[in-house]
Nanobody, 128 residues
Framework: QVQLVESGGSLVQPGGSLRLSCAAS????????ISWFRQAPGKEREGVSC????????HYADSVKGRFNISRDNAKSTVYLQMNNLKPEDTAVYYC?????????????????????WGQGTQVTVSS
């Protein structure tokens, strides 16, 4: 059983930066692919980024590529999402998700139904 807790969301001005954290409790964190999803009001949940168990593979949605960076510290059972040059369209609730059977490569990348464990979400608001 894995529990995920996101933190770091806040109100930030356009062009600003935030770092989200996803802290996990439970065994074998290093065996889980971790992904970040986001959901804005009235919109479907969108995959943002994922990182493989060893951190050798990462992936970013086109909308955040070049601005966001995902990393993980398996010793601390934590995954981070560094978000730079934030835009109003980045406003959403951000969720981290984990599953040992998910992939961070190929056609099923960032598929929400592939993830069993989810955090409660953290609000990111980008506004002047």
């Amino acid at each position: 059983q894995v529990q995920l807790v996101e933190s770091g969301g806040s109100l930030v001005q356009p062009g600003g930066s935030l770092r989200l954290s996803c802290a996990a409790s439970g065994p074998a964190f290093e065996d889980y692919v971790i992904s970040w999803f986001r959901q804005a009001p009235g919109k479907e949940r969108e995959g943002v980024s994922c990182i493989s168990t060893s951190a050798h593979s990462t992936h970013y949605a086109d909308s955040v590529k070049g601005r966001f960076n995902i990393s993980r510290d398996n010793a601390k059972s934590t995954v981070y999402l560094q978000m730079n040059n934030l835009k109003p369209e980045d406003t959403a609730v951000y969720y981290c998700a984990a599953d040992p059977g998910a992939v961070c490569v190929g056609t099923r990348i960032l598929t929400p139904s592939d993830y069993y464990y989810w955090g409660q979400g953290t609000q990111v608001t980008v506004s002047s």
